[in-house]
């Protein structure tokens, strides 16, 4: 068995001219549209990002990588890469059109594989943890499809994308310029962030030392929730390569979908810059790091990564250079690597969150920890983060006191802010927007998904939704957020009353009905309520008024900044 890796590119694209000849055969597919990660999935795919995968994982392939991080041919292979559906009534043998969320042609999916994955396992040997807190975690054990599709791509377009084109090149272009320009030593760069100085410095002493140059390469997939969007960060990045680094970088966008899966992903990342013509890669600590866990530690050790690459930098035939730590010393007016740090020597540093707040509040930003350039385009999104749309969901038992608390809330928002509100309440859109649905799991998933639909349209236009319902289910709630967090802020409130209490209080006489046996499936009776893991409010409405548990909830958005008093 080879352990070699395969250094050749996989293009899976049609040549443009015999697109025509597809034609017939893609009018009688039966097509999907892809999620967000599976578009970027296939993007790597097709353009050989992914080499040496030739498509989505077939069941030996998966199971050889969640176990042994290697393909079934021995070529190390970290990371699943998969393909997921919610229903097993495919064949082997059966082609599907694979499109993008408009219904676009974007490849052919030659079935070979249908399995029912073990996702707990998957969790666990590819994450190191089931723990929800975890992003990755999180989005397999509740947002994938239980039944995933293995088969070759033939690849019809790559997906649509029209910004920042300039900076988008395939691995085959990236490496013709590379060529073309003579470089032979290139290190791959990794970000998800903006760079502020000591990541320059990183990047400039890494390509001095190493007599290279050097490939920034930020990730413009999706990153890790709460990461700043990416068209501010290439903003940042663009300056910062037009105006310090266009002698020794060459900046391109990657549209990877990260996992923030520690140790493998950094292995990961690593054979990714390989098919990039890489010959060094830059992997830092905490690399890919999901945050802590439910219990407020770390998921991985800060050098778990380092470690990890370094084991296999000989078999990839790429150099891993471990990122040290580094630190300004203002009496030598530079940073220095731990490594160089004396006695004598006094350190300055400012935390992520301290600088997030000197950003939005307009105050300075010392020259040692940033670029003026860079300062000045954050500064312009926290500006606009002042204004984004804003989602309220609160979710709870019937009779908890949802619609109370919302009117309250809507009342003292508008005294105190100007952003239109809508209120979205779950017996007013069953009535409308929701007329005709059941109470079944794929019904009650449906209105809630509906109305964060609405609520997603509101807050991407810079309104105010207030959302009360019911929501008993965590699956759809987690859609949601995942939704609207892409263009507003999402906040998640649990109205908290004991099933007791809400019997007693039964205004609307729903309790005594199910009871009674004349209203099936009612949650609380006869169907449960998943309580939230995450909910950022919890209200306790046994203990406390209807007003004061909406002043909690304005209490909370003005202390985090997500409104601010008009004057």
């Known amino acids: 068995m080879t352990t070699a890796i395969n250094t050749r590119l996989v293009n899976l694209a049609i040549k443009t ?56 041919n021995g070529c ?15 064949s082997p043998g059966e082609e599907i059109l694979l499109c993008d969320k408009y219904g676009g042609p974007l490849a052919i999916l030659a079935v070979s594989s249908i399995y029912e994955p073990d996702k707990l396992r998957e969790a ?16 397999l054990l509740e947002e994938t499809g239980n039944i995933y599709l293995g088969g070759q791509i033939l690849g019809l377009a790559s997906p649509a994308n029209h910004s920042f084109t300039d900076l988008r090149q395939t691995p085959q272009q990236l490496q ?25 410095e990183l990047i400039r002493r890494s390509a001095e030392d190493y007599m290279a140059k050097v490939l920034i390469h930020p990730v413009v997939g999706e990153t890790k929730p709460g990461d700043i969007d990416y068209v501010t960060r290439v903003r940042c990045y663009r300056k910062i390569s037009d105006l310090y680094t266009r002698d020794f970088a060459k900046l391109s966008l990657l549209p990877l979908a990260m996992r923030m899966a520690g140790p493998r992903e950094a292995l990961w990342h690593a054979l990714i810059r390989k098919n990039y013509s890489c010959t060094h890669f830059i992997v830092g600590r905490n690399h890919a790091d999901p945050g802590p866990g439910s219990d407020g530690q770390p998921l991985y050790g800060a050098y778990d990564a380092q470690d990890l690459t370094k084991q296999y930098e000989s078999e990839i035939g790429l150099t891993i250079i471990p990122q040290s730590e580094i630190a300004y010393v203002p009496s030598e007016k530079k940073y220095l ?25 307009g105050e300075e930003v010392p020259d040692w920890l940033s670029f003026p350039e860079v300062v000045s385009e954050l500064r312009l999104t926290a500006q606009r983060e002042l204004k984004r749309g804003i989602t309220i969901f609160m979710t709870g038992l019937s009779g908890s006191g ?166």
């Open 17 to 72: 001219e015999n697109l025509s000849l597809y034609r017939d055969r893609i009018a009688t597919l039966r097509r999907i549209n892809l999620t967000p990660r599976q578009l970027c999935d296939l993007e790597m795919l097709i353009d050989g990002s992914f080499s040496p995968l030739t498509g989505f994982l077939s069941v030996d392939d998966y199971n050889s990588v969640v176990q042994t991080m290697r393909l079934t």
């Open 337 to 361: 690597f731990a490594a160089e740090l004396q006695p004598q020597h006094q350190t300055l540093s400012i935390s992520g969150t301290e600088l997030r707040r000197l950003i939005r509040a």
């Open 402 to 567: 949802k619609s109370s608390i919302t009117k309250i809330v809507q009342d003292k928002l508008t005294a105190i802010q100007d952003r239109e509100i809508t209120v979205l309440d779950g017996d007013v859109i069953r009535q409308n927007l929701s007329k005709g649905l059941g109470f079944s799991r794929e019904d009650r998933d449906t209105n809630i998904l509906r109305i964060g639909f609405v609520a997603n349209e509101i807050t991407r236009h810079g309104g105010f939704a207030l959302c009360a319902a019911i929501a008993p289910y965590r699956e759809a709630r987690n859609k949601n957020r995942e939704l609207i967090s892409q263009t507003g802020t999402y906040i998640e409130v649990l109205v908290n009353a004991p099933m007791e209490v809400c019997r007693q209080r039964d205004v609307k006489g729903l309790y005594r009905k199910a009871e009674l046996g004349k209203l099936k499936g009612f949650t609380g009776v006869d169907d449960p309520y998943e309580q939230p893991e995450n909910a950022e409010i919890v209200l306790d409405t046994v203990n406390f008024t209807p007003e004061h548990c909406a002043q909690q909830v304005i209490d909370y958005l003005m202390e985090t900044g997500a409104i601010t008093q008009k004057s």
């Open 76 to 90: 190390l292979w970290p990371m699943p890469v998969t393909f997921d559906v919610r229903e097993k009534n495919f």
């Open 124 to 139: 666990k040997e590819v994450y190191g943890t089931i723990d929800k807190a975890h992003p990755g975690v999180r989005y």
């Open 176 to 200: 013709d310029w590379f060529v073309a320009n003579g470089w032979d030593k290139i290190i791959g760069f990794q970000t998800r962030n903006p760079i502020h100085r000591a990541h320059y």
